[in-house]
């Protein structure tokens, strides 16, 4: 039997509520040379009768048992059953626009089986998105091109796990999803960013992303601040002006503490803190000095890592250093 271009790897667990209506949203798809991987991992209400009816009107639907527990074992267990060339991500409560498959296809094949594609989204339901998640959704949705993408890969993960399109043989050959402790998607992000895998993103809204008090980014400490810092700081040397290990961490807040910690947890040195109040020059933290900006004119042999989550901080420190001379990857790198 043929393959079929595509195959939807779609893990689920207890996803009765809103099961159906991300399967018929895939179900609908323009593109329709696909197969649709069901992934069950324990599920103990009725998605998965919803599966198997769905299995029963569409052949394109393959319901199968999660070879381990959890959603890493259900990915990999989806990964080694799919058999199309390409992997569409999908969650059981998303909702994926007609064209969705169609448009990151085509968009993969121009660009090669070393790259991730993307689309925008739209978070729903309006009176559940919080003012937080709707900026992280205008700034994700902002990064189109893969340089752009490459630039911002350490502030967030620019990549929702439910919109990744990707090569199954390659990702496979990357060693799947490999992290339980932390988040695994952006972990792999990370991993094939550092073996020159590129980013790039379909300039449409495609997928209409649900927000949820249950969503497992919400409850599971694997995705909490640290956590995040943690894979950062054990990718942030694959940068070429981070790979001496030594840097200046532009802040002093409790995120540059916890990203300083991760980072001399991974053999960096930090040379200082650098925070604009006089107030907390000569301080220590994590045994190194505070210092203010004056301490970065003239050094750009010392490679800067931005640290603070203050509203605008970001875009401050970078004028700044724009103002310095110094330039974006090669003087300095945004990791908040």
Request: with cysteine; hydrophobic share 40%; proline share 5%.
């Amino acid at each position: 039997m043929r393959s079929p271009a595509v195959s939807v790897l779609l893990p689920f667990r207890n996803a009765e509520q809103y099961f159906n209506e991300a399967l018929v949203s895939i179900a609908g798809q323009t593109f329709t040379d696909i197969e649709v991987v069901l992934i069950n991992d324990s599920s103990e209400d009725s998605s998965i009768l919803l599966a198997e009816d769905w299995c029963l009107k569409d052949s394109r639907f393959i319901l199968v048992n999660n070879a381990g527990t959890g959603l890493v074992d259900a990915l990999n267990t989806g990964l080694e059953r799919c058999s199309g060339d390409w992997i569409a991500r999908m969650d059981a409560d998303d909702i994926s626009l007609p064209e969705r498959i169609e448009k990151q296809h085509r968009l993969a094949v121009s660009m090669g089986s070393m790259t991730v594609v993307s689309c925008q989204v739209r978070s729903f339901p309006d009176n559940v998105v919080t003012r937080g998640y709707r900026l992280y959704e205008r700034w994700l949705n902002s990064l189109i091109e893969p340089e752009e993408i490459e630039k911002n890969l350490f502030i967030e993960s620019p990549v929702p796990h439910p919109t990744a399109f990707f090569h199954r043989q390659n990702i496979l050959a990357e060693g799947g999803y490999t992290e339980r402790e932390l988040p695994e998607d952006y972990e792999l992000w990370l991993r094939l960013w550092s073996r020159d895998y590129r980013f790039t993103r379909v300039p449409e809204v495609l997928l209409k992303w649900r927000d949820h008090a249950d969503r497992l980014s919400r409850t599971s400490s694997a995705y909490s601040l640290t956590s995040f810092y943690t894979l950062k700081a054990k990718y942030l040397e694959h940068v070429p002006c981070m790979s001496g290990k030594i840097v200046y961490l532009a802040g002093s807040g409790q995120t540059a503490r916890r990203l300083g910690k991760c980072l001399q947890d991974k053999g960096f040195h930090i040379e200082a803190f650098i925070d604009p109040s006089e107030s907390r020059e000569g301080m220590l933290l994590r045994g190194r000095p505070v210092r203010g900006p004056s301490e970065l004119s003239g050094r750009p042999d010392i490679p800067v890592v931005i640290a603070s989550r203050l509203p605008g901080a970001r875009k401050s420190i970078m004028e700044y250093l724009d103002g310095l001379g110094f330039v974006e990857w090669e003087n300095y790198v945004a990791c908040s």
